[in-house]
T-cell receptor, first 109, second 113 residues
Framework: DQQVKQNSPSLSVQEGRISILNCDYT??????FLWYKKYPAEGPTFLIS?????DKNEDGRFTVFLNKSAKHLSLHIVPSQPGDSAVYFC????????FGAGTRLTVKP | NAGVTQTPKFRVLKTGQSMTLLCAQD?????MYWYRQDPGMGLRLIHY???????AKGEVPDGYNVSRLKKQNFLLGLESAAPSQTSVYFC????????????FGDGTRLSIL
């Protein structure tokens, strides 16, 4: 039973444009949401997070939006850069952390 | 500052063999975790520890055992390896509770033949 779902396995975007990665969850007890970025042969690294009491959190080129009523969050990257090409994992936490299956982002020069 | 270090990076086992994966962190973190990553499944929690001497089951604990004898080390054991345990294993740690971002090692790629 996957409680956190990333329905797009891959996304391709042109350099300079916006990348939007989506994530849906089913457990209403989740109160903290995170995005991780993963390069090949490396472990995931923390990117940005948001508490359930907020609906937006911004850090430089990265913004995470949370829609609790829809149980949906998204990560916006503006502008996208080739170095952003990686697999992005959405995660949600209640007592433990649950991860989505990941979305592979490719930013083309 | 090494962060989270996993040993070994790669290993091939035969069905029925046993082995131990080692995770070491130098950040004085209380919480440590073992995950497995499989295609299309994301990261799934195997076992975790909230402090030295403690362990708890995660989402997919069957076939694995863990020990946290020292705060900085978290060991994952496979007593009798099965092909279904072929996966990439990640260790992670956090300073406090599960809401804090986790620091991950670079993974151990394990193949069971």
């Amino acid at each position: 039973d996957q409680q956190v779902k990333q329905n797009s396995p891959s996304l391709s975007v042109q350099e300079g444009r916006i990348s939007i990665l989506n994530c849906d969850y089913t457990n209403s007890m989740f109160d903290y949401f995170l995005w991780y970025k993963k390069y090949p042969a490396e472990g995931p690294t923390f990117l940005i997070s948001i508490s359930s009491i907020k609906d937006k959190n911004e850090d430089g080129r990265f913004t995470v939006f949370l829609n609790k009523s829809a149980k949906h969050l998204s990560l916006h990257i503006v502008p996208s850069q080739p170095g952003d090409s990686a697999v992005y994992f959405c995660a949600a936490s209640a007592n433990d952390m649950r991860f989505g299956a990941g979305t592979r982002l490719t930013v083309k020069p | 500052n090494a962060g989270v270090t996993q040993t070994p990076k790669f290993r091939v086992l035969k069905t029925g063999q046993s082995m131990t994966l080692l995770c070491a962190q130098d950040m004085n973190h209380e919480y440590m975790y073992w995950y497995r990553q499989d295609p299309g499944m994301g990261l799934r929690l195997i076992h975790y520890s909230v402090g030295e001497g403690t362990t708890a089951k995660g989402e997919v604990p069957d076939g694995y055992n863990v020990s946290r004898l020292k705060k900085q080390n978290f060991l994952l054991g496979l007593e009798s390896a099965a092909p279904s345990q072929t996966s990439v294993y990640f260790c992670a740690s956090t300073k406090g509770n599960s809401n804090q971002p986790q620091h991950f090692g670079d993974g151990t790629r394990l193949s069971i033949l």
